[in-house]
């Protein structure tokens, strides 16, 4: 299913953005985009994603901006900074102090190298990984929101379509035993045209269209397909993520579709299993659209 969310946060000094966007698939591919110096925290946000959906094409983007100067320190190198005033005193010290001014200040030593060094901050990156999912769980509540809204409209037109089917099925029941009724006067009336006079076995013809009900009748499917379309109906209602399920069991309804479809030479009938499939295959592809 299809969705959009997005949340932005100023945390601890931080500006964090986050999108989430998703588009239909049959299984769950989930991808971070985000600044490499935060990529510790790509699998603890792919983990939040995981729960908040189990099929789609995922794409989560992160971005940080710093509105602080705290994340750099200045540091003095103080071993460095001794060696400096012992070696400035021993210059002083030789010949009197004649050769060298003894005059010297704390910016003249802050200027040599390597005195003062300028690093960056030790971070937290527990605190900061749980800065960035806490922003990431809101951007996935709003594309759940999203996605829930699609499955409502999705379910509707679903159900919708199994109420045509159902129909559809009743029509078949109804008109099945007519056919085998058809069928026996239709024998009937062509035995008596080859035989005219002579006397016709009724027996015969009793067994004939016996065995014609046999192979026609279409009982055990419908009975499947109402069984297949009362689960369907569950699921839909559960509120749980149904997409595989829903898969599975519509492939089902029409291999049952195209049993009866095989069983009946009926006109009426095969015109009913026609559109009986064509709503089915609605359904199926509306079934990948659903989590």
């Known amino acids: 299913m299809t969705g959009y969310g ?3 946060q100023t945390v601890n000094g931080r500006d964090i953005t986050v999108e989430v966007r998703s588009v239909n698939n049959r299984y769950l591919d989930c991808s971070v985009k ?3 110096a935060y990529i510790f925290a790509e699998d603890a946000i792919k983990s939040l994603v995981q729960k908040s959906a189990s099929r789609g094409k995922v794409d989560v983007f992160i971005t940080v901006e710093s509105k602080g100067a705290e994340e750099t320190v200045v540091a003095v190198n103080e071993p460095l900074a001794r060696s ?3 070696a400035l005193r021993q210059l002083y010290e030789l010949d009197g102090g004649k050769m ?5 200040y704390v910016t ?12 960056k901050a030790e971070e937290d990156l527990e ?9 990431a ?3 996935l509540a709003a594309h759940t929101a999203m996605r829930e809204k699609e499955g409502r409209k999705l379910a509707e037109d679903i159900l919708g379509r199994l109420d045509t089917i159902e129909s559809l099925t009743a029509r078949v029941e109804e008109r099945s035993p007519q056919t085998v009724a058809e069928y026996r006067e239709k024998l009937l009336a062509r035995m008596n045209e080859v035989l005219q006079s002579a006397t016709i076995d009724e027996s015969r013809i009793l067994t004939e269209a016996a065995i014609f009900a046999d192979k026609v009748a279409v009982d055990e499917e419908t009975v499947r397909l109402r069984s297949h379309l009362s689960q369907l109906r569950e699921m839909l209602q559960s509120g749980e993520p149904i997409g595989r399920k829903l898969d599975f069991l519509i492939q089902e309804v029409n291999r049952e579709s ?9 006109v009426e009938i095969a015109r009913n299993v026609v559109d009986l499939k064509a709503e089915v295959e609605k359904i199926r592809e509306q079934v990948q659209n659903i989590e």
């Open 6 to 8: 997005r949340a932005r």
């Open 34 to 36: 985000m600044p490499r």
């Open 84 to 86: 400096y005033l012992a």
């Open 100 to 104: 060298v001014k003894g005059d010297y």
């Open 108 to 119: 003249d030593l802050a200027r040599l190298p390597d005195v003062l060094a300028v690093t």
């Open 127 to 135: 605190s900061l990984s749980a800065d960035l999912c806490a922003v």
């Open 137 to 139: 769980e809101e951007a």
């Open 258 to 266: 195209n049993t009866i479809g095989s069983k009946c030479s009926d």
